[in-house]
């Protein structure tokens, strides 16, 4: 009888492992063929066209550590008609001391102090439309001030946006991770930033996938007002993502491109930022939809996770049964399938070593634990901690991923 039990459970493993390794080997196909078929920046067919006035707009809170370094790289910039339009939101610390030193030396920057953040507003959104009000560029680019860019980028970006008439250019930046426990866990994470959100499927007119990297996008006044600014999605969690998806619904042509060479950002800091950075992901989708994001969970956890263990089971517990044998075929198959994922995005699309994807247990755990807490959280009074505010979402409704 113990036996009988025993073949039913290793049966119910295979079916589920077998599922997550067909998964995983779609993932992992067009994983490649995002590397493979992305297109760059700086690779495109240039025609001639103006040097309109581009504004760029930079929030900045509590970024005393990165500011500096942000803005002395769009200082260096060779394209010559902008402004840096910079903006402290509300700092605790010398943030905005350093906006204003820089702007009393430096023409080009602009300094605005934001008025306090009113309620129902997401912070770097209220920070976003103040600086807007006092852009005067054709062009906007929106960037944040833990990223650095090449002094060819501006000018890369505009040509590229004029020479093929686009409406917004997003640009994918060289994610930084800053400590080693982010470096194991954005492999696992970025995996679907490179299949779910990859460029192929964005720049897709027949796929409904709209998503900015909010670290770098630049996008034309009029298509800006026309989608209703960062105050249509002033509640937003995610609001690169909002933006992006009401720009693709609303007909307007847009680009996301490849440029890690061009452009270093930020993704987290350290434990803490990791860790409500994860939470802010799954938010979204409980307030959504509770059942889906619950499911969706659930799948993470025996996707990124679960194969190990039940690897590690299958071994221990291995006899002469055929359904422990298939057990541990399948169990090892699937999960080398989840290391050959880790090690493809630590490689090609993250430039970490191999080392990092070898802890691809640890990363996958880290992710779940995170989406989880980010369930059960969601309609706290704290949900999500970012850039020292809080936020509450109860009774509000994201918009800012499919589900």
Known sequence: MINIVLDIINYILVAILIGVSATWIVLIKSMLRTFNESPFLDKFE???????????????????????????????????????????????????????????????????????????????NWACIEGYKKASGDLLLFTDADTAHTSSVISLAVSHLLSLELDVLTVIPRMLCLDKITKITLPMISTFLHTRFSALRVNDKSKNTGYFFGSFFIIKKTTYDSVGTHEGVRQELIEDGALGKKVKESGFKMRMVRGEHLIDAVWARDINTLWNALKRLMVPFYLQNAKLAVASSIGVLFLLFMPFPIFAYSVISFNDTTSSLVLVVIAGIASALVYTGAILDATKGLDLGIKYALLAPIGGFVVVGGFFAGLIQAKSKDAVAWRGRTYSMKGQTQRSINV
């Open 46 to 124: 240039k025609k001639e066209h103006k040097k309109p006035k581009v504004s760029i707009i930079l929030p900045a809170r509590n970024e005393e550590k990165f500011i500096e370094k942000c803005l002395d790289s769009l200082i260096k910039q060779d394209y010559d008609n902008y402004e840096i339009i910079t903006i402290n939101d509300s700092s605790k610390d010398s943030s905005g001391d350093i906006i204003k030193k820089y702007s009393e030396k430096f023409p080009k920057v602009i300094f605005v102090d934001a008025k306090p953040k009113p309620d129902g507003w997401i912070g770097k």
